[in-house]
């Protein structure tokens, strides 16, 4: 597998649904995490109300950064309703005519001939392995898609589409004040198949409430010498599955200090101690 780096840009807040860049602003982005060894970047072709991405890949190209030395994820199968879309009603598609027009559409407007990786974006009660399987493997020979994976896919639903396809990769939210992975056996499952675990909204809710947890988060950063962001990636980039963080912030000073959490090397008491914290009650 061509290698994400550690720590992936997420680029839902770019657009619309977030800060609105400029061109500008996006080659800055683009570039700042380039430059700061953020090389991967999360699409998915509903950001934006389906503008995020063609802004993306406008910036891009304007940028002197070697294709090949980044790597584009981007995820389909929500059919969102919006000024983009004329559906009536939010759903899930995962037909062969689906995903190819999902990704060659995401092809053009990001601006080149080829996704890193395509996740299909969330389970579906109608997938049927089979169809999917056969259009992967032809977007794959075709050179379209190099890797293929799934996001908020459960170990079920995994082992289903696994009846006709090679999953490399899900995309799960995860972290200190989610652990729902960790304790349902999910992260369990990953490493034993080998797939590459994504953690969307990395730093949980420790921004948006105060509580005993963010006191002891506050804390223990203070002890490393770091940043809150940063000990919260170091926490949940200990754990044995490898988890890649996929991180929100589109912050130019955050960025660039960011891959510090790399460098953290978090006791083993301090990581229980939040863990414990985190699920309210002792281990038993």
């Given amino acids: 597998m061509k290698e994400n780096s550690r720590i992936i840009a997420g680029t839902m807040g770019w657009g619309k649904w977030g800060n609105s860049f ?75 005519k689906h995903i190819r027009k999902s990704v060659e559409k995401s092809l053009l407007n990001l601006r080149t001939d080829y996704l890193d990786a395509l996740l299909l974006h969330r389970p579906s009660p109608l997938m049927h392995p089979e169809e999917i399987g056969e259009i992967i493997e032809l977007l794959k ?12 896919f459960n170990a079920a639903q995994i082992s289903l589409l696994e009846t006709a396809s090679t999953i490399e990769m899900n995309q799960i939210e995860c972290s200190l004040t989610n652990l729902d992975a960790m304790k349902s056996g999910l992260l369990d499952v990953h490493q034993i198949k080998s797939i ?37 990636l170091a926490w949940l980039m200990m754990h044995p599955a490898n988890i890649y ?23 083993l008491e301090d990581w229980f101690e939040l863990f414990v914290e985190s699920q309210g009650h002792k281990l038993p």
């Fill in 22 to 96: 400029s061109l500008e602003d996006y080659i800055t982005r683009i570039e700042t995490c380039f430059e700061n060894g953020i090389t991967t970047f999360d699409h998915a072709d509903i950001y934006g109300a389906y503008t995020t991405e063609a802004e993306f890949g406008n910036a891009l190209v304007q940028t002197q950064i070697d294709r090949e030395k980044i790597q584009i994820i981007s995820k389909c199968g929500i059919q969102y309703p919006c000024e983009n879309n004329s559906i009536q009603i939010k759903h899930y598609d995962y037909s062969k």
């Fill in 141 to 152: 020979e075709e050179g379209k898609i190099i890797h293929f994976g799934v996001s908020n």
């Fill in 196 to 232: 590459q675990t994504l953690a969307w909204k990395p730093l949980g809710t420790i921004f948006q409430e105060s509580s005993l947890v963010e006191l002891k988060v506050r804390n223990m950063a203070n002890k490393y010498e770091s940043s809150i962001d940063q000990l919260l």
């Fill in 245 to 267: 963080p996929v991180i929100g912030t589109s912050n130019l000073d955050r960025i660039k200090n960011i891959n510090k959490a790399l460098e953290i090397e978090i006791e």
